[in-house]
């Protein structure tokens, strides 16, 4: 295995839940020391590796680190925990899921348990809400919860690890948007061991909090305060079942990255990309938002003065849940697309609209 590979592995499979996204910075951040020039962190954890950090004119690439979890809510008398959300969990898929629980003692193993199906035919059978789904740490009091070190407040992870599907796919939980981390660092390097040098500065950022409103890239944009901002994240694949074509249109797993029309993503960098990708034959599909992209692009879109962003995104299957899949090609042409903008891109362009 690469060294690239392990540390996609490494990094997709550390837990790094929305407000406590640490451990996953600091493997992130090991990683990509080698390929930058210097590095910052802010007070919230998001991380920042810096390439020619004395330039005037600043250049983001970014991703968030977080990914979805839950809160240890409610201990009950005979030992049960009930959850909240820390982003948008699906309370439907969680029943016979095993969990880790993070305490201060360590890790606490737990599964939300659920009747089984011939009990719930006896009865008016139940649908998982928030209200009913629970977990169960094998422990028969709240006494005996809290000697484990369990208390409200703990963040809970699913545990699933990454694994390939077919050879060309990755599936897994926390691809959203982890996998995104893993692509900007790839560019960094590749940028390195190329000798390439650029007239700009360059901030790979990969930021916390976005699976709660954007936080930390609203946080940081002001604090960097780029000339231009280009995000990654991951966007539907609409040719699963379920899902409606007509109103998500269609985006599709393994046929390129795919780039965002809407009114925070700034028309001139979007044709600059797109250039880029026929220019290098890129395959790359469309996609549109209609009024904000819920990604980082926002953030960053309306930051400061206004800063010319650019979405571009994954097509993933199976969103939010522990079976998050992406295909391996589309990873490699998302790192190839925006590793030959950086080296196309003139910093004296003008974004301006109306001159």
Not at 150 to 160: A, I
Not at 262 to 271: F, I, N, Q, T, Y
Not at 311 to 335: C, F, N, P, R
Request: proline share 4%.
């Amino acid at each position: 295995m690469t060294d690239s590979k392990e540390f996609l592995y490494k990094y997709l499979n550390n837990a790094s839940p929305t407000g406590f996204e640490a451990s996953g910075q600091q493997i992130w951040l090991d990683y990509i020391k080698p390929f930058v020039d210097t590095h910052f962190t802010d007070q919230y954890g998001t991380a920042v590796g810096v390439i020619n950090p004395d330039a005037k004119y600043k250049v983001v690439i970014e991703a968030h680190a977080d990914e979805i979890s839950w809160f240890v809510n409610f201990i009950t008398p005979e030992g049960y925990i009930y959850v909240s959300r820390n982003g948008g969990s699906d309370h439907m898929i969680a029943p016979s899921m095993r969990v880790n629980i993070h305490t201060d003692k360590g890790i606490v193993p737990g599964v939300f348990g659920w009747p089984a199906i011939h009990v719930r035919k006896s009865t008016k059978e139940e649908a998982p809400t928030m209200e009913n789904i629970f977990l169960d740490v094998g422990a028969r009091s709240k006494e005996e919860v809290e000697e484990l070190g369990v208390h409200v407040g703990c963040v809970v992870t699913f545990k699933d690890e990454l694994q390939e599907l077919n050879g060309k796919f990755y599936s897994g939980r926390a691809l959203d948007n982890r996998i995104g981390g893993y692509m900007i660092a790839q560019v960094a390097r590749k940028l390195k061991e190329s000798g390439s040098k650029l007239p700009f500065g360059l901030y790979i950022v990969n930021a916390v909090q976005e699976e709660i409103g954007l936080r930390g890239a609203s946080m940081i944009a002001a604090r960097i305060k780029p000339n231009i901002a280009i995000v990654t994240d991951v966007c539907h694949d609409t040719t699963a079942p379920m899902y409606n074509k007509n109103v998500s249109g269609e985006q599709v797993a393994g046929k390129g990255p795919v780039l965002t029309y809407g009114a925070a993503v700034h028309k001139k960098l979007l044709d600059m990309i797109i250039e880029t990708a026929k220019k290098n034959e890129i395959s790359f599909q469309r996609a549109t938002a209609s009024r904000s992209t819920g990604t980082d692009t926002d953030a960053f879109a309306y930051s400061n003065d206004g800063v010319p962003s650019a979405l571009i995104s994954l097509a993933l299957k199976y969103m939010h849940t522990t079976v998050e899949t992406a295909s391996k090609e589309d990873i490699e042409q998302v790192i190839e697309l925006i590793y030959q903008f950086l080296l196309e891109f003139d910093p004296e362009y003008d974004f301006r609209y109306v001159v």
